[in-house]
């Protein structure tokens, strides 16, 4: 069982910065391959960004390539998103979740955090 707590949302002005982060429990966080997903109102959750497990491969959705980046430290249990240049429509709950599998399916996780909410101003 891993337990995922996401924290570091907030409202932000376009092209501003935020970094969020994702507190994993346990010991075994190093044998799970990392992702963030979010969803906006009315619509689907999307996949953002991914890492394997060492964290030496990293995938993007062509969305945000560029302008996130995803890292994690298995030392502290730690994911992170850092997301630079953030526009408008980066607005959504954003989860962290974890996976057996490197995947960008949201069906490959199985594990969720509850969540945190990024608000970029137009």
């Known amino acids: 069982q891993v337990q995922l707590v996401e924290s570091g949302g907030g409202l932000v002005q376009a092209g501003g910065s935020l970094r969020l982060s994702c507190a994993a429990s346990g010991r075994t966080f190093s044998r799970y391959a990392m992702g963030w997903f979010r969803q906006a109102p009315g619509k689907e959750r999307e996949f953002v960004a991914a890492?394997?497990?060492?964290?030496?491969?990293?995938y993007y959705a062509d969305s945000v390539k560029g302008r996130f980046t995803i890292s994690r430290d298995n030392a502290k249990n730690t994911v992170y998103l850092q997301m630079n240049s953030l526009k408008f429509e980066d607005t959504a709950v954003y989860y962290c979740?974890?996976?057996?599998?490197?995947?960008?399916?949201?069906?490959?996780?199985?594990?969720w955090g509850q969540g945190t909410q990024v608000t970029v101003s137009s």
């Open positions: 890492i394997n497990l060492s964290g030496d491969s990293t």
């Open positions: 979740a974890a996976s057996q599998l490197y995947s960008v399916f949201a069906r490959r996780y199985d594990y």
